[in-house]
């Protein structure tokens, strides 16, 4: 069964660093594409960055571009995101997801972890 589980979330104030984390198990991983997602409270889930299989082709949301970096290791089937500069409207449940092609859209990922709650203070 396929399981993605994130970690590194918290509290950090305005102009910090956080490194999320996804460890995935149960599948191939290194077969799909990943993606951070985020939803703040009573918006939508929104894109924030992917990844491609091998690691070779980034994509960001404008907001995030510059400050977070999203990176693989297929070895150990783990999922970064190192975010940096962090804003208060960075604020939000983070989400890693798994999918064939790896688009900018909830409907493009197959696999979602529960969540991890990243908050930043001003």
């Known amino acids: 069964q396929a399981q993605l589980v994130e970690s590194g979330g918290g509290l950090v104030q305005a102009g910090g660093s956080l490194r999320l984390s996804c460890a995935a198990s149960?599948?191939?991983?290194?077969?799909?594409?990943m993606g951070w997602f985020r939803q703040a409270p009573g918006k939508e889930r929104e894109f924030v960055a992917r990844?491609?299989?091998?690691?070779?082709?980034?994509y960001y949301a404008d907001s995030v571009k510059g400050r977070f970096t999203i990176s693989r290791d297929n070895a150990k089937n783990m999922v970064d995101l190192q975010m940096n500069s962090l804003k208060p409207e960075d604020t939000a449940v983070y989400y890693c997801?798994?999918?064939?092609?790896?688009?900018?859209?909830?409907?493009?990922?197959?696999?979602w972890g529960q969540g991890t709650l990243v908050t930043v203070s001003s």
């Open positions: 997801a798994a999918g064939a092609t790896g688009g900018t859209e909830t409907y493009h990922y197959y696999y």
């Open positions: 149960g599948r191939t991983f290194s077969n799909y594409a």
């Open positions: 990844i491609s299989w091998s690691g070779g082709r980034t």
